[in-house]
């Protein structure tokens, strides 16, 4: 799964949020279902974050400063951007294409596979809600 971020501090003078300068950094951690960590690295005041997983269910996303002098120095108001992006929507099919040297037939069937997993994916997420006793318009229990 792909992710973007940008941060801002505060500024008192404009009282708004302003972006942040290049020495703060973000340290992002994702951890899967049973708590394992599938991601845990230091990143720049923006940035753009991958990882995957394999087990189905909720996954923790955390994301700290690695610089407190700054929040502090910025009114203690940090503001994240953060942006997900799930299923199929997370391939760039033309940059593949390129990279790969794909026909648009190639292409086209590349894309279909990726559904046929993404659906796959969909149906175990729901075998696994089932298995919980939970229903699709019900939440996932958090353990």
């Known amino acids: ?26 340290h992002v951690e994702v951890k899967d279902p049973d708590g394992k960590v599938v991601l845990s690295r230091q990143y720049g005041s923006e940035g753009r974050f991958t990882f995957t997983s394999h087990t189905p269910g909720e996954h923790q996303i955390c994301l700290h400063s690695n610089s407190t002098r ?32 794909l026909t648009e037939l190639q292409l086209r069937a ?4 990726d559904q046929v ?7 175990n997420y729901q075998r696994v809600r089932r298995g919980l006793g939970v229903g699709v318009g019900k939440p996932t229990p958090h353990f």
């Open 117 to 123: 997993e993404q659906i796959q994916k969909e149906q």
């Open 70 to 101: 700054m929040a502090l120095f910025a009114g203690g108001k940090l503001r994240v951007h953060l942006d997900i992006q799930v299923g199929e929507h997370t391939n760039n099919y033309p940059e593949i294409a390129a990279k790969d040297k």
């Open 110 to 113: 590349r894309q279909l596979l």
């Open 1 to 26: 799964l792909p992710g973007n971020y940008r941060t801002q501090l505060w500024d008192k003078q404009s009282e708004s949020f302003l972006p942040s300068t290049p020495g703060l950094g973000m």
